[in-house]
């Protein structure tokens, strides 16, 4: 056996491939459909992965619009600033 990474992954990698059948939260349709105990799987599952969801999407939002909300809120108040004012930094 040689030293060569062939096979290897990196420990710390992150693939946003989805892979086979599944979806974007991870969330693959199950292989045998056996009744409800699949059902409470695929709902622990998606309970459990849905906060990590949710964060990543909301640090998105929060990343690209907290500025603009500044601005927006600036330019509500009275007495009513110019534009130029609001994003001068005196």
Do not use: C
């Amino acid at each position: 056996m040689g030293a060569g990474g062939a096979g290897k992954t990196r420990a710390g990698s992150k693939s946003k491939g989805f892979g086979k059948g599944k979806t974007p939260l991870g969330l693959g349709a199950p292989e045998k459909a056996s009744g409800w105990q699949d059902s409470k799987a695929f709902v622990a599952k998606a309970v459990k992965e849905w906060p990590t969801w949710f964060l990543r999407k909301a640090k998105t939002a929060t990343h690209y619009g907290f500025i603009p909300l500044i601005i927006v809120i600036g330019m509500n108040t009275e007495p009513k600033p110019h534009i130029a004012q609001l994003l001068s930094p005196v």
